[in-house]
């Protein structure tokens, strides 16, 4: 009964350091997302996957890139991270693309960047 | 003009009170529409869709006025642990990305 599961749940970076965040999901979905949360911003969405093989461009793609591995995992990767980066990281899936298909979110990453 | 705005509160309610929050959106063209709960420092859940003809879970109901763009929330005889931040959510014409609002932030005293 795991549903979407994140890690890591925090971590601290130094600005330049790059790191992978993980994201699995066992509910059988063909859709996943990346969002940020940031104070007064509400989630903003970074990149997503339609379905296994597919990966589009969100809001907020800029200093990141993404890989679906396979059709349960989703990563994102910050190659050179910078302070703008300091977020709350969460992972989203649906069962599929299309109208009143609601999003089931991981626990989320809280990522520092000094 | 944001997409989804929301009034970020906080509402502070007594337990047992009836309180309800408004949201608008932008596009006209938007096909789908939720409310989430996020509590502090947890992330986003589904609390219910939001269907055209309204629709109602125990002791919330949804709105949906087309007409003026906005959607609302209804949260009857409120329970401390309905103290949350509230997401208007909303999606655009042909595609199931969500736009999410800010939030309505509820404290529900005793």
């Known amino acids: 009964n795991a549903g979407v599961t994140q890690t890591p749940k925090f971590q601290v970076l130094k600005t330049g350091q790059s790191m992978t965040l993980q994201c699995a999901q066992d509910m059988n979905h063909n859709s996943m997302y990346w969002y940020r949360q940031d104070p007064g911003m509400g989630l903003r969405l970074i990149y997503y996957?339609?379905?296994?093989?597919?990966?589009d461009k969100g809001e907020v793609p800029n200093g990141y890139n993404v890989s679906r591995l396979n059709k349960r995992e989703f990563s994102l990767r910050l190659e050179s991270a910078a302070p703008s980066q300091t977020s709350v990281y969460f992972c989203?899936?649906?069962?599929?693309?299309?109208?009143?298909?609601?999003?089931?979110f991981g626990d989320g990453t809280r990522l520092s960047i000094l | 003009r944001k997409e989804v705005e929301q009034d970020p509160g906080p509402f502070n309610v007594p337990e047992g009170a009836t309180v309800a929050f408004n949201c608008t959106y932008s596009n006209s063209a938007s096909q789908s529409f939720f409310w989430y709960r996020q509590d502090c420092r947890k992330e986003p859940k589904l609390l219910m869709s939001v269907y055209s003809s309204g629709n109602e879970d125990g002791r919330f109901t949804a709105q949906l006025n087309r007409a003026s763009q906005y959607i609302s929330l209804l949260i009857r005889d409120s329970k401390l642990s309905d103290s949350a931040t509230y997401l208007c959510v909303v999606t655009g014409y042909n595609t199931d990305k969500l736009i999410f609002g800010t939030g309505t932030r509820l404290q529900v005293f005793p």
């Open positions: 996957s339609a379905s296994e093989g597919t990966t």
């Open positions: 989203a899936s649906s069962l599929a693309q299309g109208f009143n298909q609601p999003q089931h």
